[in-house]
């Protein structure tokens, strides 16, 4: 069973930092894509930062210049380093992950439980 465990959300002012992690557990052959997505209230959930298995990454215009995803594939981690927060960016973040449970299996795509970021004014 695969497992995407987040933490490191919280609150902070505006203008601070946070960086989220998340790691992939329990039966993990090999892992694709590592993906970031948000979603605050009222609104549909946005791709945030994504990063290949090669560290090719892209980002919401929304967050160029002020977060950077990254990953650890020997710990099956991707972070994503958040700074000159604003209150917009106040949302529920979600890591997934595109990742094939056991040699010979098809690849699924799996989500973790998320993680609250709420930024202050």
């Known amino acids: 069973q695969v497992q995407l465990v987040e933490s490191g959300g919280g609150l902070v002012q505006a203008g601070g930092s946070l960086r989220l992690s998340c790691t992939a557990s329990?039966?993990?052959?090999?892992?694709?894509?590592m993906d970031w997505y948000r979603q605050a209230p009222g609104q549909e959930r946005e791709l945030v930062a994504a990063i290949t298995s090669g560290g090719y990454t892209r980002y919401a215009d929304s967050v160029k210049g002020r977060f950077t995803i990254s990953r650890d594939n020997a710990k099956n981690t991707v972070y994503l380093q958040m700074n000159s927060l604003k209150p917009e960016d106040t949302a529920v973040y979600y890591c997934a992950a595109e990742l094939a449970p056991y040699r010979d299996y098809p690849v699924h795509y799996y989500w973790g439980q998320g993680t609250q970021v709420t930024v202050s004014s």
């Open positions: 329990g039966s993990v052959f090999s892992i694709n894509d």
